[in-house]
């Protein structure tokens, strides 16, 4: 009897010493590498814009991986070496924060590793609005800004007005690159930033500024 008390202390110690040393889910463990997105080729732009439409319903097709990525590089995607993007930023100091609502999780897009951040591993879609369109869409995109690192370098006023305009600038290569992918989307502007950042669990100072909704256009 002895000699099974202590064996099982021997196995209790060992299990305990194995949960003290077992680390937490690293930071690269939670990144998801992108597919390159293409740089060549797709429709060419004035069809794009010829045809380009807010598209508010969806089929219940997924969104690839690949289709992502074009769409986020398309938005924020780093063309230089020195870090210059797809959409214009006053300065170049790129204000702007994009997220990836979809059914496995919530994700933060890292424009520098063309890479994708898990940041909660949920369905967050019906939260972010009360619009049925974001409930519904295969994948929602958010954008949102940071009116108080802008307000450091003019005045209040000016950053709110050149954040928006970053914003929309990021918007609308999101919709053409949609369009360009025989995609649907619309952007969303009719929510209650605080209520968003809640939901989604931004961290201060980053405010929502538009909502994506992209998916396969029902007929």
Same mark, same amino acid.
């Given at each position: &009897?002895?000699? *099974?008390?202590?064996? *099982?202390?021997?196995?209790?110690?060992?299990?305990?010493?194995? &949960?003290?040393? %077992?680390?937490?889910?690293?930071?690269?463990?939670?990144?998801?590498? +992108?597919?390159?997105? #293409?740089?060549?080729?797709?429709?060419?732009?004035?069809? $794009?814009?010829?045809?380009?439409? #807010?598209?508010?319903?969806?089929?219940?097709?997924?969104?690839?991986?690949?289709?992502?990525? !074009?769409?986020?590089? #398309?938005?924020?995607?780093?063309?230089?070496?020195?870090?210059?993007? =797809?959409?214009?930023?006053?300065?170049?100091? /790129? /204000?702007?924060?994009?997220?990836?609502?979809? $059914?496995?999780?919530?994700?933060? /897009?890292?424009?520098?590793?063309?890479? +994708? &951040?898990?940041?909660? $591993?949920?369905? +967050?879609?019906?939260?972010?609005?009360?619009?049925?369109?974001?409930?519904?869409?295969?994948?929602?995109? +958010?954008?949102?800004?940071?009116?108080?690192?802008?307000?450091?370098? %003019?005045?209040?006023? =000016?950053?709110?007005?050149?954040?928006?305009?970053?914003?929309?600038?990021?918007? !609308?290569?999101?919709?053409?690159?949609? %369009?360009?992918?025989?995609?649907?989307?619309?952007?969303?502007?009719? *929510?209650?930033?605080?209520?968003?950042?809640?939901?989604?669990?931004?961290?201060?100072?980053?405010?929502?500024? /538009?909502?994506?909704?992209?998916?396969?256009?029902?007929?």
């Amino acid at each position: &009897m002895r000699r *099974i008390l202590i064996s *099982i202390f021997v196995l209790l110690a060992l299990a305990a010493t194995t &949960m003290a040393v %077992t680390p937490a889910v690293s930071t690269a463990a939670q990144e998801v590498a +992108l597919p390159k997105p #293409s740089l060549t080729g797709g429709i060419a732009l004035n069809e $794009a814009l010829a045809t380009r439409r #807010s598209v508010r319903l969806f089929t219940a097709e997924k969104v690839t991986l690949a289709e992502i990525s !074009q769409l986020l590089w #398309s938005a924020q995607g780093v063309t230089s070496a020195n870090g210059q993007r =797809t959409a214009p930023s006053a300065h170049a100091q /790129y /204000y702007l924060h994009v997220y990836v609502a979809q $059914a496995d999780g919530f994700y933060e /897009y890292l424009p520098a590793k063309h890479a +994708l &951040m898990l940041l909660a $591993a949920k369905d +967050l879609r019906a939260l972010l609005s009360t619009q049925e369109t974001v409930k519904k869409a295969p994948v929602v995109f +958010l954008i949102a800004g940071e009116y108080e690192r802008a307000a450091k370098n %003019t005045d209040h006023a =000016t950053a709110e007005r050149l954040v928006n305009l970053e914003a929309g600038h990021a918007t !609308q290569n999101f919709l053409l690159a949609a %369009t360009g992918l025989k995609l649907g989307a619309v952007p969303v502007g009719g *929510i209650v930033p605080a209520d968003t950042a809640k939901a989604a669990g931004l961290p201060a100072g980053i405010t929502p500024i /538009y909502l994506v909704p992209v998916g396969h256009p029902k007929p």
